[in-house]
């Protein structure tokens, strides 16, 4: 019975970590392979990130985008800043090699840029949840405050 309990435990946990499953995905999914084999979305691509400027705003803007599940399912990452950038910039490399890998060729120094921006969404993320989680427990303690103090007349 011990292990049945254990194992519905893990179940529990592993279903609420589907947005980081699906934000490790859509970030290491290889976008350049996707390119070659489906010629529109290729367009649609060569478009989009026509421009260098282009290219490194959707690198921050994708870890952008992905640092919020993976903030939303460990809290404790945001007290813990360190770990956190530690943490997405190890997805950054993963990233930058799978892309490598699918491009057949050694990375170069523009990877190394890309990871700039890439911290930068991340960074850009973790700021955005630490003022929104002080905002929200400002409005808590200031909510708590006011139903739980004294009247005075």
Not at 13 to 23: E, K, S, Y
Not at 53 to 79: C, D, E, R, Y
């Amino acid at each position: 019975m011990h292990k049945t309990g254990h194992h519905i435990h893990t179940i529990r946990h592993i279903r609420h970590l589907w947005p980081v499953f699906i934000a490790l995905a859509f970030v290491l999914f290889p976008f350049d392979w996707l390119e070659h084999i489906w010629p529109l979305y290729g367009r649609i691509f060569d478009v989009v990130f026509a421009t260098v400027l282009a290219h490194h705003i959707g690198h921050s803007t994708l870890f952008f985008l992905a640092s919020f599940p993976i903030l939303l399912a460990f809290p404790g990452l945001l007290q813990h800043p360190l770990r956190y950038l530690t943490l997405m910039l190890l997805l950054a490399v993963g990233e930058e090699a799978l892309q490598s890998l699918f491009k057949q060729h050694l990375p170069n120094i523009g990877d190394t840029r890309d990871l700039l921006f890439d911290l930068l969404g991340t960074t850009i993320a973790y700021i955005v949840m630490r003022s929104w989680m002080w905002f929200y427990r400002t409005r808590i303690n200031i909510a708590r405050e006011g139903t739980c103090g004294v009247s005075q007349k």
